[in-house]
């Protein structure tokens, strides 16, 4: 029989190719967005329109949120709608708590009605490992570690984590969180780190890197992650939470210097010298995140089918191709630098 997901921010990065992932493994995909700055028509125009519905709805719609389950009746529900930009959250914290916090207890009590109806729903929300704050070199951060977050972001995020807690435990609510490492891929809006290090290569100006370009960061290619989520619909445990990465690793410096030798080797010579520019860190900056992904790995039998090398090809292929992604009304949103507490 079909099953049948909604998954909110559709339109977004992670959301559109978990789309593309469900569709192709025969969902019927109900796309929940609000049409934010980062969401994006263009990132789902390939699809065919059969076996999907696309809603423009906030998550802090309750009402539009009960119709859509009432009308659709899904097995899953997976919940990608986040103000996810660190930057952002700094110049602009309550947008963050609206949406990460607020809109998630809708959600959650609109499952709760729900499950009365339909027993074998679940739903799978995305969280990050930003959660657990800073960590100390060679340390990976475990499921049931406890969490430090730093920033209004993933402050909002672990908010988030502990109410769906609290939901699962005190009204039985069949939730499983996914705790994943950074993102790359086709489709991510380019004010995040990589996009914006391919988009100032291609157009040949030179790449900032906040601070001293220490801090690390472990890497995951998206079809990964949305592998992993399907992974985590089908064998997850209720009230479980599991870590998602690839255990790749980098500081910000080599990661750049990484990508732009893969660049020149595969796709061109330098025009001119694309150099780093270091510029004032962001406040309160994490040095490092890392996950301990064993529990994934060993209890749902997922694991990383990309090599961070093959992926940042696959990607970089991908934007030289849609040129259209960076458009001049694109660039707006994204050239002027954010999460500077004096701007």
């Known amino acids: 029989m079909q099953k049948r997901a909604i998954v909110t921010g559709g339109l977004g990065f992670i959301g559109s190719n978990l789309i593309k992932l469900l569709l192709k493994n025969n969902f019927f995909v109900i796309n929940v967005d609000k049409i934010s700055y980062a969401s994006n028509f263009y990132n789902l125009r390939d699809i065919k329109k059969i076996n999907y519905k696309f809603y423009k709805s906030d998550i802090c719609d309750k009402k539009k949120l009960n119709s859509i389950f009432e009308k659709h009746k899904p097995d899953v529900l997976f919940n990608l709608a986040a103000e996810t930009h660190v930057d952002r959250s700094i110049n602009n914290p309550q947008a963050f708590f609206k949406s990460n916090i607020m809109g998630v207890y809708n959600i959650l009590e609109c499952v709760k009605k729900y499950i009365k ?12 490992d930003e959660v657990y704050g800073d960590i100390k070199k060679l340390k990976k951060s475990k499921e049931g570690d406890k969490y430090n977050p730093s920033s209004p972001y993933s402050a909002s995020k672990a908010s988030a984590d502990y109410l769906i807690n609290a939901y699962v435990r005190t009204y039985k609510l069949p939730v499983v969180i996914s705790n994943c490492c950074n993102n790359f891929g086709p489709n991510q809006f380019p004010e995040k780190f990589i996009p914006k290090t391919i988009f100032n290569i291609i157009t040949n100006k030179n790449i900032p890197i906040y601070g001293k370009g220490r801090n690390q960061r472990e890497w995951i290619y998206v079809e990964d992650h949305c592998r992993a989520l399907v992974n985590i619909f089908r064998k997850g445990k209720i009230g479980e939470s599991y870590n998602v990465g690839t255990g790749f690793v980098l500081n910000n410096i080599k990661l750049v210097q990484k990508i732009m030798k893969i660049y020149y080797s595969n796709f061109g ?34 694991s990383h089918l990309y090599s961070f090398d093959k992926a940042i090809v696959k990607t970089i292929e991908w934007y030289l191709k849609n040129p259209e992604f960076y458009s001049t009304k694109q660039r707006k949103k994204f050239d002027k630098r954010l999460g500077l507490i004096n701007d």
């Open 117 to 128: 109806i339909q027993k074998n729903f679940r739903m799978i929300h995305v969280s990050t």
């Open 269 to 302: 010579k330098k025009k001119r010298n694309v150099e780093i520019e270091f510029v004032i860190d962001r406040p309160g900056h994490d040095l490092r995140y890392a996950l301990n992904s064993d529990k994934i790995k060993k209890k749902l039998d997922w």
